[in-house]
């Protein structure tokens, strides 16, 4: 079909915004438009496509089958344009300005410096300066707000899921263990440890807002149990570890956190039947385009394609 039948991207804007809201006025303030621009633009839209796309009616504006079908096509074709105008936008950008990523602890420590690592290396063998970077590890709360505020470029969480308004991509499935110190009780439990047993035991946890904590909560709430207050709150996994190493008590963390200390005979795991303890670790980011945008795009593809410890 001649491109000339194909609607402008303000045109199939304005549309979107109609179908959307159901109303031409409505639509027409959503894009900044006068309710007779709009009224006259889709009319013209209808004119060039050949075929009408609105009901209209007092009670306002509904698609016709053509109008649902041209819409689902706008939609995915202003989703490109906006990947376009950002890597444009990427391609004007001043290099020297840093790559900002927020990252949950337990990304932050144990997979993003190497992916840091992989794209200075990339950057050097094109003997191009490396992208600067201020990493920000924090809880997975703190990552989405740091992107929802415009203070981070790309971000790495440990949730069970990712709020409306953000992007995201799959990275791995993370699992989270029972940890203890060699000496306790529960190593020596002739019967399984239970759900209840857990959520009945006050734990050496992570803050509010962290995945680790978050995804735990989630599993004994699936199983009708709510856990009793922490022994105590810290703030990293790292000190999380060194707590339960100390023998302060017992403790949830993701695996890769405890991995060196289990095959040392530092840490012992505690098997809990019943409890799915499983998670996905994903990279988020904010806007319309399907990848993250500039510079972070090639940090993702990095962690997408080494992912793996």
Do not use: C, Y
């Not at 996994?237 to 005979?265: F, M, W």
């Amino acid at each position: 079909m001649p491109l000339d039948r194909v609607p402008d991207l303000t045109s199939l804007r304005l549309l979107v915004a109609v179908v959307e809201t159901g109303s031409i006025g409505r639509g027409a303030r959503k894009v900044g438009m006068t309710q007779q621009a709009a009224s006259d633009r889709l009319r013209a839209v209808e004119s060039q496509v050949g075929v009408a796309l609105l009901h209209r009616s007092r009670q306002g504006s509904r698609p016709t089958e053509a109008g649902t079908l041209l819409t689902g096509w706008a939609t995915r074709l202003l989703e490109v344009a906006e990947e376009v105008a950002e890597g444009i936008g990427t391609l004007r950008a001043d290099r020297t300005s840093p790559l900002r990523v927020a990252s949950s602890m337990t990304v932050a420590e144990h997979l993003v410096p190497r992916w840091l690592l992989v794209l200075r290396q990339r950057s050097e063998a094109g003997r191009a300066a490396p992208q600067p970077v201020e990493l920000l590890a924090t809880n997975s709360v703190r990552v989405l707000a740091a992107l929802a505020d415009g203070a981070a470029d790309l971000g790495f969480v440990e949730g069970p899921d990712v709020p409306r308004g953000f992007r995201s991509r799959e990275l791995l499935e993370d699992h989270l263990v029972v940890v203890v110190a060699p000496g306790h009780p529960w190593t020596r439990r002739r019967r399984p440890v239970g759900p209840a047993d857990l959520a009945a035991t006050p734990l050496v946890s992570r803050e509010q807002g962290s995945g680790t904590r978050d995804v735990l909560e989630r599993a004994l709430a699936a199983a009708g149990l709510v856990p009793v207050p922490p022994a105590v709150e810290l703030t990293t996994a790292t000190s999380v570890r060194e707590a339960v190493r100390a023998g302060t008590g017992v403790a949830v963390l993701s695996r890769l956190a405890v991995a060196d200390d289990l095959d040392a005979g530092r840490l012992r795991t505690v098997v809990v039947e019943g409890l799915d303890l499983g998670r996905t670790l994903r990279a988020v980011w904010t806007g319309a385009a399907r990848m993250a945008p500039g510079p972070a795009r090639e940090l993702l593809g990095i962690a997408a394609g080494t992912a793996h410890p």
